[in-house]
Nanobody, 126 residues
Framework: QVQLVESGGGSVQPGGSLRLSCAAS????????MGWFRQAPGKEREGVAA???????QYADSVKGRFAVSQDNAKNTLYLQMNSLVPEDTAMYYC????????????????????WGQGTQVTVSS
């Protein structure tokens, strides 16, 4: 049974940093493509950053240069380092997984993923 559990969210001031974690279980992590998505109140869920099973990474334009996705295959954990946070980054952040190598062009599409975590809230406010 595939399980994804996010952690690391919280409240931070503009300019601050947070690191999100997604602990995965129930599957061979190294064979999966993994992604981070976010959804702000009243808005659609959007792709933030993702990495496929070959290490190809994609970022949304809005987070390039500020966010970094990484993974530790030994710990079956996906990370999202978020720096220089701005109020517009406020959202529920979700981890997602798919048991195949997604092409780079599909990494940030939520329809590409079939496993989702429950989310962790990130609030950026002064």
């Amino acid at each position: 049974q595939v399980q994804l559990v996010e952690s690391g969210g919280g409240s931070v001031q503009p300019g601050g940093s947070l690191r999100l974690s997604c602990a995965a279980s129930g599957f061979t992590y190294s064979r999966f493509s993994m992604g981070w998505f976010r959804q702000a109140p009243g808005k659609e869920r959007e792709g933030v950053a993702a990495i496929n099973s070959e290490g190809t990474i994609q970022y949304a334009d809005s987070v390039k240069g500020r966010f970094a996705v990484s993974q530790d295959n030994a710990k079956n954990t996906l990370y999202l380092q978020m720096n220089s946070l701005v109020p517009e980054d406020t959202a529920m952040y979700y981890c997602a997984a798919r048991a195949e190598r997604l092409s780079w062009w599909s990494l940030l599409l939520q329809t590409s993923y079939n496993y989702w975590g429950q989310g962790t809230q990130v609030t950026v406010s002064s």
